[in-house]
């Protein structure tokens, strides 16, 4: 696959990735992100995104794009927002689990003694809160393995991050 601007394809290797054995790449333009499959473009949005992850299934390409502005992200689906924030960011990437598509994010929220680090998990684009116990410090990810929900915490008067399920250490 040629590279450069006149390709719209970049050199930079996190830009390029192997995906249900297709060639998936992504490119911003001044105004746009453009993601290539194998060469050919697929989808084209007005936004500039960095991509923290791509799912192929069957005929559509589903995006979990970072904001190059540095806050803020989108899940898209063939291009087309599922989930948007104008502020956070992406934990992990995005994958499937039980034929959904699935993926975690943190959003600061302000209070008033401080700003509060939220936790969210996302499948087939419903938006859920986890980490609500009182001894979760921080929430390094989130991820779900056959429906179940998993989340690599840090917790109060515990060195060790741990893994939390369904409210139970793992």
Same mark, same amino acid.
């Given at each position: 696959?040629?590279v450069g601007d006149d390709y719209e394809v970049s050199s930079d290797p996190d830009m390029h990735r192997i995906v249900s054995g297709h060639l998936i790449t992504d490119y911003a333009t001044a105004s746009e992100?453009?993601?290539?499959? !194998? @060469? ?9 995104? *960095? /991509? ?6 069957? !005929?559509? %390409? ?10 803020? #992200?989108? =899940? ?17 990437? =995005? ?20 700003? %509060? ?6 499948? !087939? ?9 009182? !001894?979760?410090?921080? %929430?390094?990810?989130? /991820?779900?393995?056959? @429906?179940?929900? #998993? %989340?690599?915490?840090?917790?109060? @008067? *515990?060195?060790?991050?741990?893994? *939390?399920?369904?409210? @139970?250490?793992?």
């Amino acid at each position: 696959v040629p590279v450069g601007d006149d390709y719209e394809v970049s050199s930079d290797p996190d830009m390029h990735r192997i995906v249900s054995g297709h060639l998936i790449t992504d490119y911003a333009t001044a105004s746009e992100t453009v993601v290539k499959m !194998d @060469g050919l473009e697929r989808l084209r949005y007005p936004a500039r995104e *960095i /991509m923290a992850g791509v799912v192929v299934k069957e !005929d559509d %390409i589903y995006t979990l794009g970072q904001s190059r502005s540095g806050d803020g #992200f989108s =899940l898209r689906l063939n291009g087309e927002v599922i989930v948007e924030r104008a502020s956070g960011h992406v934990l992990g990437s =995005l994958y499937e689990d039980n034929n959904a598509v699935c993926f975690a994010f943190a959003e600061k929220v302000a209070s008033a003694e401080e700003d %509060i680090e939220r936790y969210y998990h996302v499948c !087939d684009g419903k938006v859920e809160q986890v980490g609500l116990r009182d !001894d979760v410090q921080k %929430i390094w990810d989130v /991820m779900a393995r056959n @429906g179940r929900v #998993f %989340i690599l915490a840090s917790l109060t @008067g *515990i060195k060790a991050p741990v893994i *939390i399920c369904e409210d @139970g250490l793992q």
